[in-house]
Structure formats: structure tokens, C-alpha cells
């Protein structure tokens, strides 16, 4: 069993940046793919970026692309989401989750990952 705690979430104005944080515990964290997504206020919950066990593959949605960036620390088993230029559509709770032997091509389907966090806020005002 997987825990996840995601951390590093607040309110931020427009053009900020932000680094969000999840901790994992349980199980061998560089053997999962890590992934975040968001849900924002009435919305769906949607992928945002998703990183590799060795971290050498990475995907992005397209609506953070070149503004986010998504990377891991497999010493400190915690995976991370560089924010930049943060907009007001990026307000959201953004949840990290994890998952063994997912096909890279589904890194962005909620199904294939079994393991969530809790969820951090993070509100950009204009």
C-alpha cells in the first residue's frame, strides 16, 4: 500500500510560481509512475503531468505545457510540480497519485493509477 501527501499549495496572485510536493511512503517509490492532476472549481478532475520511475519520461497536458514541469527525487521518494506563470485557470486542487506498470501511453488516464493523495489547494487570484 501506497501513501501519498501532497504539500506546497496556497493562494498565489497571476504569475507566480508555485512547487507543489508529494511524499509517498509504502512500496518502492522508484518502481511507480507518478502522475498530477487537477480539479478545478465545477470541473472534472483532468491530468496535468505525469513523470516515469527513473524519471527519464515525462508528459504534460497541453494547457501547462512549458509552464510546468514535473520531477522526482527517488532518495527522498517524493515527486514535485514546478508551477510557473501561474494563471487563474490553473485554480484547482492538485492531487498526486501513483502507479506499477502503467503503459506510457495511458500515463494520463486516472484509471491506471491506484494510489491518491488527499489533494492541495492552490488559488490564483488575477
Known amino acids: 500500500q501506497v501513501q501519498l501527501v501532497e504539500s506546497g499549495g496556497g493562494l498565489v496572485q497571476a504569475g507566480d510560481s508555485l512547487r507543489l510536493a508529494c511524499a509517498a511512503s509504502g512500496g518502492t517509490f522508484s518502481s511507480y509512475y507518478m502522475g498530477w492532476f487537477r480539479q478545478a472549481p465545477g470541473k472534472e478532475r483532468a491530468f496535468v503531468a505525469a513523470i516515469s520511475g527513473s524519471g527519464g519520461n515525462t508528459r504534460y497536458a497541453d494547457s501547462v505545457k512549458g509552464r510546468f514541469t514535473i520531477s522526482r527525487d527517488n532518495a527522498k521518494n517524493t515527486v514535485y510540480l514546478q508551477s510557473n506563470t501561474l494563471k487563474p485557470d490553473d485554480t484547482a486542487v492538485y492531487y498526486c497519485?501513483?502507479?506499477?506498470?502503467?503503459?506510457?501511453?495511458?500515463?494520463?488516464?486516472?484509471?491506471?493509477?491506484?494510489?491518491w493523495g488527499q489533494g492541495t489547494q492552490v488559488p490564483v487570484s488575477s
Open positions: 497519485a501513483a502507479g506499477d506498470s502503467i503503459d506510457s501511453r495511458f500515463y494520463h488516464w486516472q484509471s491506471v493509477y491506484p494510489y
